[in-house]
């Protein structure tokens, strides 16, 4: 071989390998696709995902199914530039910036765990949405999320405690706490009346200037007593925006009659505890995973139905919801052919 054609000959070869390394080196991206879709009226891993005791539940039929994004890489799992190529050419997948998911102020874990907690929150606020559309009542309570360090709450207070009275004085919402500490000078003492590990206990907190007034130092948040108990089993499903569909599967489980009518209906959203739906993240991959496991009708957050059309796939009916009454009666439309069905296009 003259020298020439040796030069060639090892130059192509550096070429490929030096193309395949780069081929391989991680990129600071993420890679979203469609994941798997679970029934909320069916069951997962052979164990139901919603179950109810202490209320009379009915039987239901068809799908009403959560939908879910899968990723693939993040700061332990570095995407490599080959496949972060293929997620651009692919209209199934998503590429979007690592810090899009991992916030640099974050870690890993914590990420997970704030999924976690999201999706109980979702669960309760579910459950809640679902309860107070049927007017059945729920109790909600006042919890100690989080003190402040060095403030007078710290080492007073804990989080998880229920909160009952504040000066002897019963509250029932989170202003009802602010305003019984805020009647007192920076310095003086707050009583409050707490339940902590299911026993009463009294606590006396100083107070100190805050925000313009008294503070102690904390933060509170709500949780619900509910008159029966309701389970959700989704296994490994993290984040809020399944929120919606666990609510009308809920409320399907509570009611006479099949709310369904047999058809296989798919959606997302947030759910608050007064039934508002919120918008979501992923919505084309949640699109294509609902199609692709034989959903029909989707129901779409408002706010989502901008970015929804444009990608929408064939065969699947675009519903806008804005709050979960909306999204009932819209499925009771679809079930008997008559009233209005409100879709993205009609906005």
């Not at 979702?122 to 679902?130: G, N």
């Not at 100083?206 to 102690?216: A, D």
């Not at 609510?247 to 047999?262: N, Q, V």
Request: hydrophobic share 40%; glycine share 14%.
């Amino acid at each position: 071989m003259s020298r020439r054609g040796l030069t060639l000959v090892v130059a192509g070869f550096l070429t490929l390998a030096l193309g395949g390394a780069g081929a391989l080196l991680p990129v600071p991206y993420v890679a979203l696709s469609p994941g798997p879709t679970e029934d909320t009226l069916g069951s997962v891993k052979g164990k139901p995902v919603i179950t109810i005791s202490g209320h009379q539940t009915y039987p239901t039929s068809g799908k009403l199914s959560l939908v879910t994004v899968a990723y693939q890489g993040g700061p332990t799992a570095h995407l490599d530039l080959l496949t972060a190529l293929r997620g651009w050419v692919d209209p199934d997948v998503a590429v979007v910036p690592e810090e899009t998911i991992f916030p640099k102020t974050v870690t890993v874990k914590q990420v997970e765990e704030q999924n976690t907690q999201e999706m109980t929150g979702s669960q309760q606020d579910a459950t809640a949405a679902a309860l107070n559309e049927l007017k059945i009542p729920v109790d909600v309570v006042i919890v100690v999320a989080s003190t402040q360090k060095d403030r007078p709450a710290d080492g007073k207070l804990r989080p998880g405690d229920q909160i009952t009275k504040v000066d002897g004085a019963p509250i029932r919402s989170v202003d009802d706490v602010a305003a019984g500490v805020r009647k007192h000078k920076p310095g003086e003492q707050v009583k409050f009346d707490v339940i902590r590990d299911g026993k009463p206990l009294t606590v006396d907190v100083g107070t100190v200037e805050g925000n313009g007034g008294s503070i102690v130092g904390m933060i509170m948040g709500t949780r619900f007593k509910f008159p029966f108990t309701v389970n959700v089993n989704v296994g490994d499903v993290g984040g809020p925006s399944a929120g919606l569909m666990f609510s009308l599967g809920i409320y399907d489980k509570l009611t006479p009659g099949e709310l369904t009518g047999g058809k296989s209906i798919a959606g997302t959203g947030t759910i608050t505890a007064d039934g508002k739906v919120g918008s979501i993240g992923g919505i084309q991959q949640k699109m294509i995973g609902a199609r692709g496991a034989g959903a029909t009708i989707f129901l779409t957050p408002a706010d989502n139905c901008d970015e929804a059309l444009p990608s929408v796939p064939d065969g699947l009916r675009l519903v806008r919801v804005s709050t979960m009454r909306e999204a009932v009666q819209a499925i009771d439309a679809l079930r008997t052919g008559s009233g209005n069905v409100p879709t993205c296009e009609a906005r």
